[in-house]
């Protein structure tokens, strides 16, 4: 039995858009790997000096780095040619933080939307960016790089609030911060 042309038309656009949606699906037995991030490594600052080797005097550069994805700062030597000499991890002593790091921060707190709505009504303006290290099971603990952001008014003698921002998870840590005096709670 022949079918009008039209009819044929009909049922293939019918058709067709459930095939197409079948094959933009995952097939429910195979689900999707999970994606690896990518390592997210910033220089934080970097110098040239010398180091004494059998009584010679040897220059290097020294870079500092943050790896926000492991959560660790690494301290890497080279020799003249750029071979790396030496690596270490910075566990006790954390780099202070960098200028590129305080402007991410802030980018940070205005790209929130309720920081940027108190932001907006206040006028506020941004300082800050000093180091909060907290104990194992804090939102600051071990493995974050976060930074304590100050809202001063537009005049910069009345303080709107403290903010934290950890820059490996790249959100705010606590919207609203009160730092306790004499060290971590």
């Known amino acids: 039995m022949r079918r009008p042309l039209w009819v044929v038309a009909a049922l293939a656009l019918l058709v067709l858009p459930a095939a197409t949606r079948?094959?933009?699906k995952?097939?429910?037995?195979k689900p999707a790997p999970p994606s690896k991030p990518a390592n997210r490594v910033r220089l934080l600052r970097s110098w040239t000096d010398t180091v004494k080797v059998?009584?010679?005097e040897l220059?290097?550069?020294?870079?500092?780095?943050?790896d926000y994805t492991e959560g660790v700062a690494l301290e890497r030597s080279y020799d003249t040619s750029g071979r790396l000499i030496q690596e270490r991890r910075l566990v006790d002593n954390a780099p202070s933080p960098s200028d590129d790091e305080i402007a991410e921060a802030f980018a940070i707190v205005r790209a929130d939307p309720q920081l940027g709505r108190i932001l907006?009504?206040?006028q506020a303006v941004l300082e800050?960016?000093?180091l909060l290290q907290e104990a194992e099971?804090?939102?600051c603990g071990p493995r974050?790089?976060?930074l304590q952001i100050q809202l001063l008014g537009p005049t910069r003698l009345g303080l709107v609030r403290y903010v934290v921002v950890d820059l490996t998870k790249g959100a705010i840590a606590y919207p609203t911060y009160a730092p306790m005096e004499g060290g971590v709670k």
């Open 128 to 130: 800050g960016g000093f």
């Open 120 to 122: 907006k009504r206040t």
């Open 54 to 56: 059998d009584g010679q």
């Open 144 to 146: 974050t790089r976060c």
């Open 26 to 29: 995952p097939a429910p037995d």
């Open 59 to 66: 220059p290097r550069r020294v870079d500092i780095l943050f």
């Open 137 to 139: 099971g804090q939102a």
């Open 22 to 24: 079948a094959q933009d």
